[in-house]
Nanobody, 122 residues
Framework: QVQLVESGGGLVQAGGSLRLSCAAS????????MGWFRQAPGKEREFVAT????????SYADSVKGRFTISRDNAKTTVYLQMNSLKPEDTAIYYC???????????????WGQGTQVTVSS
């Protein structure tokens, strides 16, 4: 089992940057693919980025490609989401999640954090 705790959210102006962290506990972190999802008010949860267990493969939603970077440190059992050139439409609650396989599909993820709010002002 994996427990996940996100941090690093906040209020930032458009064009600014934030780095989200997701600290994981549990023995299976290094074997797990990790993903970031987000959910804006009144919208469904959507895929943002994912990274495989070794960190050697990453995939991004088209809406964040070139602006966001996912990474992981297995020694620290932490996954990160560096967000640059933020836009008001990036405003959402951001969740990290763990899965057995690399996927952009919500249903493939077994464990979820509680989420961290990101608000981008125009």
């Amino acid at each position: 089992q994996v427990q996940l705790v996100e941090s690093g959210g906040g209020l930032v102006q458009a064009g600014g940057s934030l780095r989200l962290s997701c600290a994981a506990s549990g023995r299976t972190f290094s074997a797990s693919a990790m993903g970031w999802f987000r959910q804006a008010p009144g919208k469904e949860r959507e895929f943002v980025a994912t990274i495989n267990s070794s960190g050697g493969f990453k995939s991004y939603a088209d809406s964040v490609k070139g602006r966001f970077t996912i990474s992981r440190d297995n020694a620290k059992t932490t996954v990160y989401l560096q967000m640059n050139s933020l836009k008001p439409e990036d405003t959402a609650i951001y969740y990290c999640a763990a899965a057995r396989i690399l996927s952009s599909r919500y249903g493939q993820y077994d464990y979820w954090g509680q989420g961290t709010q990101v608000t981008v002002s125009s």
